[in-house]
């Protein structure tokens, strides 16, 4: 499906992008203006398509930048590596001049005084920051629908979720609203939506890249991570966006390698392991054949391919749902309508204004998670639920480090089904939480992974393959996604 005006801006790569900026055959601020008038045309919630990936544009810090650019390139200076290129940022990470809701009503109005340091890296680099994107309510959920500011739809099939919790950040990709976006996983949500809206999405490895300025979830587990339309362009974003920083102490200090230059080297001679436990029951057929193609694909270039177990498997969603919950409940207590966005007015007494907040600004899926939390931190319940849960984690973890002695990188579905319709999941949060069987046990064991398009379905729905690796090793992980990419073209 395309959408008019402008519709070259789908498949515009970033290299293209910013080798023409810098040219001099266009300019940073008519590649900005183009976007918002397709932003205007097909994405405001009353246009044609009313995508309803971007919450907030923000023009002004937007056509500063590209005059900077722009004059930068006049006088043939050598600029940065987005230089004027659109990017679109979740609406999880702090950037002045824009509110940030978090998709929730409680930050109405919040308008943060500093920057998150992935949004400073990225201008730092040239790029032009068009705005703040959707997401589920603080990027709890898989489809998008938790948002308080209404769901988005999916761009390859407008009566679909673009997945979540980033659907606004990979809907905006895929539809060609930016050329590239700043996502946050926690236990799934770049990598899914980014299968379900056929695009790339990467998780780095946990303390890659800084989380400063990312309003928090489940801080153990949440990272920053890009959306582009390519594997060479999310590599370029990653090497803009990893690194140490002063204001947090997760950031590592690992030097950050060429992701670009690494992808010129063969995959030749890698080997690469298939989890048996990530094709059983519930696996789509259509994914199933997808990504048994990609792993023809790898083969072909090259590369070996053997069975691997990650035995405690199974463990995964149920440990993620009682660490996620129970640092969520801890990390939402702040929101308490003293300091940020929203106070209920009317309320006599201190507590009640604190009770009346929280009730008139969380949506249910977050009331429920903080329930869930509090419920395994509370005293006589800790050492049975999120102690245990830790402990599990750690087995997690050892699953994928034993896998990691054998091979150079896991393949396998990102997700059990393609993207489903708008309000099919809604009523049952367990259906919807099966959802991040595939993606959570990563995020727990905190290597880095990505999905990588690798087909349709029938029904031409979008399929995402998942590429895993160990900690630190995105240069593996981003070559096995390239071939794979490569292999399609
Ligand atoms: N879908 C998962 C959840 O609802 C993951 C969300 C995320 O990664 N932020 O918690």
């Not at 987005?82 to 940030?100: C, E, F, Q, R």
């Not at 903080?370 to 102690?387: C, V, W």
């Not at 049952?428 to 939480?433: A, F, G, H, I, R």
């Amino acid at each position: 499906m395309t959408f008019a005006p402008h519709t070259e801006l789908e498949t515009l790569s970033l290299a293209t992008a910013r080798a023409r900026v810098q040219a001099g055959t266009t300019t940073a601020a008519s590649l900005a203006e183009q976007h918002y008038e397709r932003i205007a045309a097909i994405d405001a919630p009353e246009s044609s398509v009313g995508l309803n990936s971007y919450l907030a544009l923000t023009k002004d810090r937007a056509f500063a930048q590209a005059e900077k650019i722009d004059a930068a390139a006049k006088a043939g200076n050598a600029l940065g590596p987005l230089a004027g290129v659109p990017i679109g940022i979740k609406d999880v990470l702090t950037m002045t001049g824009a509110p940030a809701t978090a998709g929730s009503k409680i930050l109405a109005g919040y308008h943060p005084p500093y920057d998150a340091t992935s949004v400073r890296k990225l201008e730092a680099a040239g790029a032009v920051l068009l705005g703040k994107l959707n997401c589920d309510e603080f990027a709890m959920g898989s489809s998008n629908e938790n948002s308080a500011y209404g769901p988005v739809k999916n761009p390859r099939a407008l009566d679909r979720v673009p997945g979540g919790s980033s659907g606004g950040s990979a809907a905006a990709v895929a539809a060609g609203l930016c050329v590239g976006s700043l996502g946050t996983d926690t236990g799934g949500s770049i990598r899914q939506p980014a299968a379900f809206c056929d695009v790339v999405g990467v998780l780095p490895t946990y303390g890659r890249v800084s989380r400063y300025g990312l309003i928090a979830f489940a801080s153990s587990l949440d990272r920053v991570g890009p959306f582009a339309r390519s594997v060479a362009d999310a590599a370029t974003l990653l090497e803009v966006l990893a690194g140490p920083d002063p204001l947090d102490a997760t950031a590592s200090e690992q030097p950050v390698a060429a992701y670009g230059e690494e992808l010129a080297k063969p995959v030749s001679g890698m080997r690469i392991g298939v989890p048996e436990e990530y094709f059983g029951e519930g696996l789509d057929p259509e994914i199933r054949a997808a990504v048994e193609k990609s792993l023809d694909d790898l083969r072909a270039a090259g590369c070996t391919v053997e069975k691997v177990s990650l035995p405690h498997t199974r463990y995964a969603v149920p440990t993620y749902y009682v660490i996620a919950t129970a640092e969520a409940s801890s990390n939402l207590s702040r929101f308490d309508g003293v300091r940020f966005g929203l106070r209920a007015p009317e309320s006599n007494t201190l507590a009640a204004m604190f009770r009346n907040s929280r009730d008139e600004g969380f949506g249910a899926e977050v009331k429920r998670r903080i329930l869930l939390g509090t419920y395994a931190l509370s005293a006589g319940y800790y050492d049975a639920y999120y102690k245990k849960a830790q402990q599990v984690r750690r087995l997690l973890a050892q699953d994928f480090l034993a896998a990691f002695d054998k091979v150079d990188a896991l393949v396998c579905p990102v997700t059990p089904t393609p993207a489903f319709k708008l309000g099919e999941k809604t009523d049952d949060p367990l259906k919807m939480y099966l959802e991040d069987i595939y993606s959570v046990a990563a995020s727990l064991a905190g290597i880095c992974g990505m999905s990588v398009p690798c087909g349709y379905t029938g029904a031409q729905l979008p399929i995402g393959v998942q590429v895993l690796a160990r900690p630190f090793n995105e240069s593996a992980m981003l070559r096995v996604g390239a071939a794979i990419e490569a292999a399609r073209r």
